[in-house]
């Protein structure tokens, strides 16, 4: 098929979390509040800003602001640096804000697994599910 | 000081698990139960063999078994890539198991961290409490 070597898998999680946008863009961007859902952090939401996300383990990933749209879209890459090209991840995560009833759907795209990348692309389904059950338990709590 | 460029420091988490050591050795050593408190792998006890330990977030780590003696002690190299030395870590994991009463005293020591990595080096410290609340918790429910 024409175009297959650029075929690509993303994956999606999508949310109805009962908080304004503006209360979940907070947990998205500040800092502190990143490290207590996702991962430890130098981020800012300036576009082009460069940035490590950094597990407890070791594992760093190489990030870099591409798009902010104040409690609207939040996106960044998602890049880990491996020998072995079934763990060398170029990926992108792109958050999504959409104002529902008197709370917000969060959408979370994660895009760039290549098909020969199922471990990678299965663990980051765990992963969000994960990471999403605690975002909405720092929403709930954080003003 | 002579010989301060070699200088590391060492994570210890030191516990008594109130269960024999054969058991908490299939813990450390049986790779779905890995799984389950620490991280996806494809480890064996097999010293040389080398194996990854993977994050759900994309995160890798390089291994590779240094020493094993059935029951008793389990060594690992623990080093993860990247082009940024403060998190280029090359590290040794050691878990060594002595029988205690009915129970076992559990002691891991992480080794390498360089005194430019403190951020790695406090990380692991926190890192290491999960891990092995989670390795407790494994081994309570599994014969």
Redesign the interface.
Not at 80 to 84: V, W
């Given at each position: 098929m024409s175009g297959a070597a650029t075929e690509t898998l993303s994956v999606v999680v999508e949310r109805e979390i009962p908080y304004s946008p503006e209360r979940i863009w907070r947990a998205l961007t500040q800092p502190h509040l990143i490290a207590e859902w996702l991962?430890?952090n130098d981020f800012n939401a300036d576009v082009g800003h460069r940035f490590?996300?950094?597990?407890?383990?070791?594992?760093?990933?190489d990030c870099e602001v591409l798009a902010v749209e104040p409690n609207k879209t939040l996106s960044y890459t998602?890049n880990?640096?491996?020998?072995?090209a079934a763990?060398n991840?170029e990926?992108v995560v792109t958050f999504t804000l959409t104002p529902k009833g008197t709370g917000t759907h969060v959408r979370m795209e994660q895009s760039g697994f290549r098909p020969d990348q199922k471990?990678?692309y299965g663990?980051?389904k765990?992963?969000w599910r994960?990471?999403f059950t605690k975002l909405e338990q720092v929403v709930a709590r954080t003003d």
């Open positions: 991962m430890k490590n996300l950094r597990g407890d383990w070791g594992g760093v990933l998602w880990h640096t491996h020998a072995d763990f991840l990926s471990q990678a663990g980051a765990a992963g994960q990471f």
